[in-house]
């Protein structure tokens, strides 16, 4: 069955970095677009970033683009979130996604920013 495992989360001052890591299993994993969402206490989920099946294509939210980036080890069937210039804003939990017949979603990871 298709499994998403989040991981990399964590309390990071304003300006400070985190990684995020997605492990996917139960699927061909470089067949699939992978997604990023986040969502923030009170708010409803919200696209973060996407990456296209081979890696050559990737997608932001404006709110993220230039701070965010998102990559993927197609051999180890996992995707990145390398986060950057982190603010207070970004704080809420993050979710990997893919679509496959229907949506999978992980437990996702709580990232904090804070000073």
């Known amino acids: 069955q298709v499994q998403l495992v989040e991981s990399g989360g964590g309390l990071v001052q304003p300006g400070g970095s985190l990684r995020l890591s997605c492990s996917a299993s139960g699927f061909i994993f470089n067949n699939v677009i992978m997604y990023w969402y986040r969502q923030a206490p009170g708010k409803e989920r919200e696209f973060v970033a996407d990456?296209?099946?081979?890696?050559?294509?990737?997608d932001y939210d404006e709110a993220v683009k230039g701070r965010f980036t998102i990559s993927r080890d197609n051999y180890k069937d996992t995707v990145y979130l390398q986060m950057n210039k982190l603010e207070p804003e970004d704080t809420a939990v993050y979710y990997c996604k893919v679509v496959r017949f229907r949506e999978y979603w992980g437990q996702g990871t709580q990232v904090t920013v804070s000073p």
């Open positions: 990456i296209s099946p081979n890696g050559e294509l990737t």
